[in-house]
């Protein structure tokens, strides 16, 4: 089943997210990596490369952020992975909450990475009103 890793400048946040999710996708991998190292609001490659690596069970995995530099501190974290998993990680650019509930509903259904990440894209266009 494809994982997903949650990067928000806050802890708060990606963990909130990643409780909403876990409820709609019991069986899925989801790991939040919010905020930095030493608590503080911000992002950290190094917790989001060992985020990767526990949501990893093989099948790929989706990283969803939240702000720009979350995606900068997302492709660093890339750059520490050897090839081959590299090459089975995406970051979405989608809504990081609707993104991620869709997402891990997705991938609930053992969808292949590449259907998940364009089910979480497809959270850009999901009205509310």
């Not at 996708?25 to 990767?52: L, S």
């Not at 790929?60 to 720009?68: A, E, H, K, P, Q």
């Not at 750059?79 to 609930?108: H, K, M, W, Y």
Request: charged share 20%.
């Amino acid at each position: 089943m494809v994982g997903i890793v949650i990067v928000s400048h806050s802890s708060k946040v990606a963990d909130g997210i990643k409780d909403i999710a876990q409820q709609m996708a019991k069986d899925v991998n989801i790991i939040a990596a919010g905020g930095t190292a030493d608590g503080e609001i911000g992002t950290d490659a190094f917790k989001i490369q060992e985020a990767i690596l526990k949501a990893n069970t093989g099948n790929g995995v989706l990283i969803m952020v939240d702000l720009g530099s979350a995606v900068l501190s997302a492709e660093t974290a890339l750059e520490f992975l050897d090839e081959e998993l590299r090459q089975n990680v995406c970051i979405a650019d989608a809504p990081i909450v609707e993104g991620t509930i869709v997402g891990a509903v997705q991938a609930s259904t053992g969808a292949m990475l590449k259907d998940v990440l364009k089910t979480a894209i497809g959270a850009c266009t999901l009205r509310k009103i």
